[in-house]
């Protein structure tokens, strides 16, 4: 079984649209207050445009944890 952590940054764009940014691999020791700077310092600085809008406001995050088991069934 393989265990994966993202994780799962979400903000809105000028249209009012949900946009999801994942990283993966996340310190297991990152905080909340790391989280809420880096998700700030990307709106601020304009470093991500998806569909050519901006992002203009963070909106909350997240970590995932998936567990995943694979089945040899050849």
Not at 18 to 36: F, G, H, Q, V, Y
Not at 43 to 69: D, M, R
């Amino acid at each position: 079984m393989e265990t994966t952590l993202k994780l799962v940054m979400s903000f809105e764009d000028t249209d009012g649209n949900k946009i999801n940014l994942n990283i993966a691999d996340p310190r297991t020791n990152i905080s909340e207050s790391e989280i809420a700077d880096c998700m700030n310092l990307i709106v601020e600085k304009a470093i991500f445009s998806p569909n050519g809008l901006e992002l203009v406001a963070p909106i909350g995050a997240k970590v995932v944890q998936t567990e995943t088991t694979e089945f040899d069934l050849v």
